[in-house]
């Protein structure tokens, strides 16, 4: 079965610093990974996914993630936080022959301190 | 394209009513999905749909749980006999089949069962 954990699930940055979420997944096939994010009140919003193209994938908003399969991570970076940025972000996997269906980390809230 | 639209946005009850969820997924659209959200925990998988069969049902939707997609279309969730264990959000989101697997989500329904 497919599983996400989320190391951390309140992080905590100041504005300019780094920001590193971690997601370790498990999964029988080569995975589909996603980020997502959701603001207060809000929806899901897509950030980013990877597919089994390039290991390195860009998102909206500068955000980056890294597929890494010997490690079996896909860890979330930003170069520089804002504020804007403090939400909470979620991991999820998939598998095409499950059309499409996504599991879930449980999340990880990220603070952004000025 | 206005998104996934969710209706209610809040609901409260009383336990033991039934109460019904809607949801208006991009036109698009064939598949569609039901999600659960607790407090602190990311969405958890209910149900999906593609066009107007249900594919499949996850352990967690009991028998009071009924979700239905009658067109293809718009998409009810209802759950009878409500309990203090079924407050949460619950998300909608739906996804297209041509090999796009990104999820859009709405903003969800949230209900508070007294």
């Known amino acids: 079965a497919q599983s996400v954990t989320q190391l951390g699930s309140h992080v905590s940055v100041s504005e300019g610093a780094l920001v590193l979420l971690r997601c370790n997944y498990s999964?029988?096939?080569?995975?589909?990974l996603f980020w997502y994010v959701q603001y207060p009140n809000q929806g899901l919003q897509l950030l980013l996914k990877y597919t089994s193209a390039a290991t390195l994938v860009k998102g909206i908003n500068g955000f980056e993630a890294e597929f890494k399969k010997s490690e079996t991570s896909f860890h979330l970076t930003k170069p520089s936080a804002h504020m804007s940025d403090a939400a909470e972000y979620f991991c999820a996997v998939s598998e095409i022959s499950h059309g499409n269906k996504l599991v879930f980390g449980a999340g990880t809230i990220l603070r952004v301190k000025s | 394209d206005t998104g996934v639209s969710q209706d209610p946005r809040h609901k409260i009850t009383k336990r033991g009513q039934n109460v019904t969820f809607r949801c208006d997924p991009i036109s698009e659209h064939n598949r569609l999905y039901w999600y659960r959200q607790t407090l602190g925990q990311g969405p958890e998988f209910l149900t999906y749909?593609?066009?107007?069969?249900?594919?499949?049902k996850s352990r967690l939707l009991s028998d009071r749980f009924s979700a239905e997609r009658p067109k293809g279309s718009f998409s009810t969730l209802e759950i009878q006999r409500t309990e203090q264990g079924d407050s949460a959000m619950y998300l909608c989101?739906?996804?297209?089949?041509?090999?796009?697997?990104?999820?859009?989500f709405g903003s969800g329904t949230q209900l508070s069962v007294l």
């Open positions: 989101a739906s996804s297209s089949n041509t090999g796009d697997e990104k999820l859009f």
């Open positions: 999964s029988s096939v080569p995975p589909y």
């Open positions: 749909f593609q066009n107007e069969a249900q594919l499949e």
